[in-house]
């Protein structure tokens, strides 16, 4: 199976370290997640969509990480979602952070994400058009009201450009 190529950049993007923790929102078939783990030799994936067909094929794809203990794939909602901590939580065309405030999704993810841990927002397509970028007020605005601080950044790798935001969680006061 090919792999999207704004899926490729999305992992150099996110680059996450060979022993991190990471939580994917929409692991969709599983084509992220497989490249995921080929980064994560002492790491662990979650992987989680709405969608039971979704994870079958996902599960099925990366079969080996699972029965190894590397992985696991979940039939749930993010806002539904009680997670251990990760040190990493991506999501990849997924429009409920922007659609509307997210506020419980937000909360699990600033739940889950340990201190220092990062949330990546990717948004794109293949084939070299331009992402969106009507969105960015609007996740910014959520993702600081769910007590993220946002970095906007509209990169290019492989051909393909992604409007990535990263966010970490404010500072207690």
């Known amino acids: 199976m090919t792999v999207p190529p704004r899926l490729l950049a999305a992992v150099a993007l996110v680059d996450p370290a060979p022993d991190a923790r990471v939580l994917e929102i929409g692991c969709g078939r599983g084509a ?3 490249l995921l ?3 994560l030799p002492a790491g662990h994936y ?7 067909t979704a994870t079958a094929a996902t599960a099925a794809r990366i079969a080996d990480a699972i029965a190894a203990g590397r ?5 749930t909602t993010l806002a539904e979602f009680r997670a251990e901590q990760v040190d990493l939580a991506l999501a990849v065309n997924v429009n409920a ?3 509307g405030p997210a506020s419980r999704e937000l909360a699990v993810l600033a739940a889950a994400l340990r201190p220092g841990g990062v ?3 990717l948004y794109g397509s293949d084939g070299g058009a331009a992402p969106r970028t009507d969105v960015v007020d609007r996740l910014t605005g959520h993702l600081d009201a769910g007590g993220f601080v946002p970095e906007v ?10 409007l990535h935001v990263q966010a970490g969680r404010q500072a207690l006061r």
Not at 46 to 52: C, K, P
């Open 32 to 34: 992220l997640a497989a």
């Open 37 to 39: 783990l080929e980064r």
């Open 46 to 52: 979650t992987g989680l969509d709405r969608s039971a």
């Open 71 to 75: 992985a696991e794939v979940l039939t």
């Open 97 to 99: 952070f922007w659609t």
């Open 119 to 121: 949330l990546h927002l």
């Open 153 to 162: 950044a509209m990169p290019e790798h492989g051909g393909v450009r992604l």
